[in-house]
């Protein structure tokens, strides 16, 4: 197995934080430092970052509702709060599967699975995530006719969204947004290119995962059947 993959499993860092520690030297198998490149078989072998050896964490996978306020990262160098901070027994190398920006909330997963990760966020996997946006204006069947062909946007048409109207309320209106890209600020983008910009921001569903009743700021460990239909969702199976 490739060191980084080993490293992104056993919770150490990312893939791609894990080549950087090879690269820098950091990294050892049986003692001898490692190169980009360079395998390692786990049980026979000691992988080790700064002298410590790396031992596989056991697998966790996390639902969240995610507040207003909070950032979408393991750590802040400024000190803000992080979507970590609200759980605090995730193990080492728990990180937020895909993002959500400070102002928006809703349902955010979380793993120190780095192949779930891979597998749920990659544009290819076609994962839907579900918004619910209160936008100012009323979108008329052209424009939710617009938004479900793709509108065009700075970085290129968007991918056909699903799109409905929930409900109306004199200029505001409450949009349910189906889509399976994961562009930064896309559906207030989305809902921009259609004139009627975004008030309010919430993901209540990814795959076949709804966020339900969980209270904001509150979380809880997903069952190994959820685990198991999220990656089914994403053309890939746990196979435990």
């Not at 000691?46 to 964490?57: C, E, L, N, T």
């Not at 996978?61 to 400024?78: A, I």
């Not at 990659?122 to 009323?138: D, I, N």
């Not at 995962?209 to 190994?224: Q, Y």
Request: aromatic share 4%; hydrophobic share 40%.
């Amino acid at each position: 197995m490739r060191l980084q993959r080993y490293m992104s499993q056993a919770g150490v860092a990312s893939r791609r934080k894990s080549e950087e520690l090879i690269a820098a030297g950091r990294v050892t198998v049986d003692g001898v430092v490692a190169t980009l490149g360079d395998k390692a078989d786990p049980a026979r072998q000691v992988v080790a970052v700064d002298g410590a050896p790396v031992r596989r964490a056991a697998r966790e996978y996390f639902m969240l509702h995610k507040p207003k306020k909070y950032l979408c990262t393991v750590s802040d160098r400024f000190g803000r709060r992080t979507v970590l901070d609200l759980i605090p027994e995730a193990p080492l190398g728990t990180h937020p599967v895909g993002r959500l920006d400070a102002d928006v909330e809703g349902l955010l997963l979380l793993t120190n699975d780095g192949d779930f990760t891979a597998a749920v966020t990659h544009p290819s996997r076609q994962v839907e995530k579900v918004y619910l946006a209160r936008v100012r204006g009323v979108p008329s069947p052209g424009d939710l006719a617009h938004l479900r062909s793709g509108v065009r946007l700075e970085d290129g048409v968007s991918a056909p969204a699903r799109a409905r109207l929930i409900e109306q309320r004199d200029d505001q209106a409450i949009v349910e947004l189906g889509i399976h890209e994961g562009r930064k600020r896309q559906v207030k983008r989305m809902m921009m290119a259609v004139r009627h910009p975004v008030l309010s921001l919430k993901r209540v569903r990814v795959g076949p995962l709804e966020l339900g009743e969980l209270e904001r700021g509150k979380w809880r460990r997903l069952t190994p059947q959820e685990v198991e239909a999220c990656l089914a969702a994403a053309g890939a199976r746990k196979g435990r």
